[in-house]
């Protein structure tokens, strides 16, 4: 998503970077919004229907 | 960069082929060309509701109401997601720019609203030639959902009162009153729009998921059924999980639609710093493709969950039954759509990830590829077909394959937000061949793929229009849904249209950038 300006980007072809507060939390969101996707195919999908079905 | 150029043809060969496979093969053998109205002759012909008017026609066959009403209906969905989904990325567009005072920004935020503001009465136009159809071809059908659903339609008319001043007040008070108060104005739309789609989805997810096997009415007053009955039929078993998901699949139809036009722009306009400026908004288009596509899978789960809770019928026609190639056609278009965000992003930002000190990130961009590709493969695999069972076809791999991709997408749209926020690191303003055809790809994918779900949702319920109450009228000899084969007649003509409205109406609400800025 370019659009919202340039980063903080260091010097040398690499991106990894030290993360701001903000990034870590859009990490942690996503992860957190994973584990509601892994518990929803589990409790609605994978726990009721056994494989292979 | 040769391999890399030739990922996009594949991608719509692969698509072709799996179309003609479905057509010639699939539809067949899965009973596809057998109506739903067949085979469902004794439960039709016993329905207690049967229409008393004699039948309209309209010299469309046998299948002409239907087809009217689908056309009227996927048409004003379509523009309908424009206010649903454009009206958060409008809102939300001008809220960044009021942060970053990104010039490009305001111009995007602005160039969405008008689109919204001329679109409006188009799709509002549909709303209501639906309803008058409704009326002039189910008469039996309009007259008692429009009594049970008095209450919701009346509040969801309020609410298209309450969008036209948020919308207009928006769009017309622009640089003349406050930051914060136009942005009440803007979230007001945004939040009045979803109330708006709530109130109708009442009636719509009733229609699939009624609150009651039969209708019981009351006596004359405020409430014409028992209070607990008609809040039954209101807030019926489907009514959020539909109203979530319309939201994120038009959150990510808007997103995709603005990456195809932002392409179309690109190659309309000569210009440096227009092109600098329409290679980024399909670049951040494509961003909300994203974000609305990763959570539409898990809702989409939860919503079938739903229905094979409540209308286990429905659910058999359209998993395992006559109608279950819809399902694999939705897959399908959703697994294309999927890679087709990662070839864009891997092209688009190649430079970067090829970078001496980003080769796991380019590593892992090709994995991901290679995966989702192999996802895709799963997904569009028949569970039946003339030589027995597939095995590949199982659900369970499927649902495997679907978690994939949903971790997928979730994971490159935290890089492509978070590590691949180096603008000053691509060249934008020079669009590979490959870039700009995964983006219009995108854009035509996204709008076929809501076409393809709202007639999933109505055949589901095939041959009622209440389910299981009021069938279509005229049993077997108007049979329903629609034949497969003319639905996609009717998909083609829609998606022509709907491209042809958007970019002219595009041309007109675009602004271009006078010079270029700095990235």
Known sequence: MDMTGPATEGGGGSIIREMLLWEKAVWIAIAIFLLIVLAVFWLLGWSQLPFPV | ?519
């Open chain 2, 1 to 519: 960069m040769g391999l890399s150029m030739k990922k996009v043809p594949a991608l719509i060969i692969a698509l072709i082929i799996y179309l003609v496979i479905l057509l010639l093969l699939i539809i067949p053998q899965q009973g596809g060309l057998v109506s739903s109205t067949e085979g469902h002759v004794s439960a039709v012909a016993n329905a207690s509701y049967q229409e008393t008017l004699p039948i309209q026609l309209v010299d469309l066959g046998s299948q002409g109401r239907s087809i009217f009403i689908a056309f009227v209906m996927i048409l004003h969905i379509l523009l309908a997601n424009l206010y649903l989904g454009g009206s958060w990325v409008a809102v939300a567009t001008e809220s960044i720019h009021l942060r970053n005072r990104k010039p490009r920004l305001r111009r995007l935020a602005r160039s969405v609203t008008l689109f919204n503001v001329i679109l409006f009465s188009v799709g509002a136009t549909f709303a209501v030639a639906g309803m008058l159809f409704f009326i002039s071809l189910y008469p039996v059908f309009a007259s008692e959902a429009f009594h049970i659903y008095w209450w919701p339609l009346f509040l969801e008319a309020l609410a298209f009162g309450a969008e036209v001043f948020f919308l207009y007040g928006y769009w017309f008070s622009w640089d003349k009153i406050g930051n914060r108060w136009h942005q009440f104005l803007g979230y007001g739309f945004a939040v009045s729009v979803f109330i708006q789609t709530f109130l109708i989805n009442t009636l719509a997810a009733g229609m699939l998921s009624p609150g009651s096997d039969q209708i019981s009415w009351g006596s004359t007053g405020l409430l014409t059924m028992a209070p607990a009955t008609i809040l039954a039929w209101w807030f019926n078993a489907t009514l959020w999980v539909l109203t979530f998901h319309r939201l994120a699949a038009s959150v990510s139809f808007f997103g995709f639609l603005l990456a195809m036009l932002g392409m179309f722009h690109y190659l309309d306009r000569k210009d440096d710093a227009s092109r600098t400026y329409w290679d980024l908004v399909g670049s951040y288009g494509l961003s909300w493709g994203l974000l609305g596509l990763i959570a539409q899978p898990l809702i989409g789960i939860i919503y079938m969950y739903t229905i094979f809770r409540n209308q286990v019928a429905s659910f058999a026609s359209i998993m395992l039954g006559g109608r279950a190639w819809e399902m694999l056609l939705m897959v399908a278009l959703l697994s294309a759509l999927f890679l087709s965000v990662l070839i864009y992003l891997y092209d688009r930002k190649e430079k970067v990830i090829r970078l001496p000190g980003n080769e796991r990130l380019h590593t892992l961009f090709l994995v991901f590829l290679g995966v989702a590709s192999a996802c895709g493969f799963i997904l569009v695999q028949p569970a039946i077909t003339a030589l027995g069972v597939n095995p590949l076809g199982y659900m369970s791999y499927k649902l495997v394959a679907l978690f994939i991709l949903i971790v997928i997408g979730a994971i490159v749209l935290g890089i492509d937000i978070l590590m691949l926020r180096v603008p000053e690191m691509v060249e934008w303003g020079k669009l590979s061949p490959t870039s700009r055809q995964a983006g219009i790809l995108a854009g035509l994918i996204g709008i076929s793929i809501v076409a393809v779900m709202g007639f999933v949702r109505e055949s589901a319920r095939s041959p009622w229009l209440i389910n299981g109450i009021i069938p279509v009228p005229g049993m077997q000899d108007y049979p329903t849904p629609i034949g497969a084969y003319q639905i996609f007649v009717v998909w083609g003509i829609l998606i022509t249209l709907v491209v042809v409205i958007f970019w002219f109406t595009s041309k007109v609400t675009a602004e271009h950038p006078e010079q270029a800025e700095a990235v």
